[in-house]
């Protein structure tokens, strides 16, 4: 329908896709123009909602109306920005929220100023759920979209949604095995082919010591799919481009490009020494690998021990800024389902967090650390 992604769509397109293309609603669009009861709306955009999220997805756009049902003839008249004193995003936002089960997840919308009017338009984009079937609390019943409406489901469609959602699950986890990512009480939890590979020369000294690391993983909740090439040059220059400029802090790179290996999986970055790595899989996968600079052997002066330590606020800052990365790069993707993003630390139970200390010098280390409860 639309050959750009949801963001960079302008009134142009909507002004075509109407004037000129002439489309009609179907089985994954929408029209809806101004509201005039609100309550009747509500239960509309309700219905319309978790029948895409429960078919195969599809775009509502607000601020479009029919003018000629039986020559099916749309008009551009836009929507308030407000609804009961509330802006129109937060109101939708509240009343899905409070009326459908489970929680649906689907892109910010995109909202377009209409020339010389006070009116919006606002296109959603709702995925298929991989959480379907969704429950329309307000009609108590399932909906999917069926030709150009939203019409209840029958009993075998409601089964065969729950049967996909099952398959979903059992398709996560089995790639969480795979990566071992699932079972924490397995010694080779967080061990993944790259991570086996992180070294730090502080703990490489002394056999006794297991080499701790820190993983960071961002997982799509269709691992099973191909969303994405990364083995072409577009994607690499991509990368390369955007390794850094992300809080907290923007000056630095979030992580390095220097040696690429490539599989038929993916690529995967790793800094010189082994030190990190950032592995992208063509599933969306992303796992951060890091071990330098977060953890080392402190000798506290007038203590005869020594501290294996982790410094959480690098920690803390590695997690922010990979965040603000991801978010740009799902969007590159143009992945707009829900992200599931995991954190393991490996081989730390006897370590203590630091790095909690004041601006003024560091604070005595008994009273700035604590103990991990986890072992693994």
């Known amino acids: 329908m639309f050959k750009k992604p949801l963001k960079d769509i302008v009134f142009q397109d909507i002004h075509d896709l109407i004037h000129v293309h002439k489309q009609d609603e179907g089985y994954n669009l929408d029209y809806k123009g101004e509201p005039k009861n609100f309550d009747e709306f509500a239960n509309k955009m309700i219905k319309i909602f978790t029948s895409f999220a429960n078919t195969n997805g599809g775009y509502i756009i607000l601020g479009i109306e029919e003018k000629d049902k039986k020559n099916k003839v749309f008009e551009i008249v836009g929507i308030s920005k407000y609804i009961q004193n509330r802006n129109i995003v937060e109101w939708l936002n509240q009343t899905l929220n409070g009326n459908v089960e ?53 009993h075998y469609s409601i089964r065969d949604m729950f049967e996909t959602t099952r398959r979903h699950y059992d398709e996560f986890n089995e790639f969480l095995a795979k990566r071992n990512l699932l079972d924490e009480e397995s010694n080779d939890f967080a061990l993944t082919p790259n991570s086996r590979k992180l070294a730090t020369e502080i703990f490489t000294k002394d056999k006794e010591i297991p080499q ?64 990190s790595y950032i592995e992208f899989n063509n599933n969306g996968y992303i796992e ?66 630091d790095g909690m200390n004041n601006s003024k010098g560091r604070r005595d280390w008994r009273g700035c650390s604590f103990h991990l409860s986890p072992t693994k």
């Open 102 to 154: 489970p929680k649906l997840y689907y892109p910010d919308p995109r909202v377009i100023e209409i020339p010389d009017n006070e009116k919006i338009i606002l296109i959603y984009y709702i995925p298929e759920s991989t959480k379907k079937p969704h429950f329309n609390n307000r009609e108590s019943r399932y909906f999917i979209r069926q030709n150009d409406s939203s019409e209840a489901a029958k």
């Open 212 to 275: 701790p690391l820190f993983l960071l993983s961002f997982i799509c909740k269709t691992p099973g799919e191909q969303i994405v090439s990364t083995h072409k040059q577009e994607f690499i220059n991509w990368i390369n481009m955007h390794s850094q400029g992300h809080q907290p802090i923007p000056n630095l790179s979030t992580f390095s490009m220097y040696v690429n290996e490539f599989n038929l999986h993916g690529l995967t970055t790793m800094s010189y020494g082994g030190l």
């Open 288 to 353: 951060r690998g890091l071990c330098d600079t977060l953890f080392w052997i402190w000798e506290p002066q007038n203590h005869n021990t020594h501290l294996l330590t982790l410094h959480i606020t690098r920690c803390i800052g590695h997690v922010i800024s990979m965040l603000h990365f991801a978010k740009k790069y799902y969007d590159y993707i143009d992945y707009d389902d829900e992200i599931v993003v995991q954190l393991n630390f490996k081989n730390v139970g006897d370590f203590i967090i």
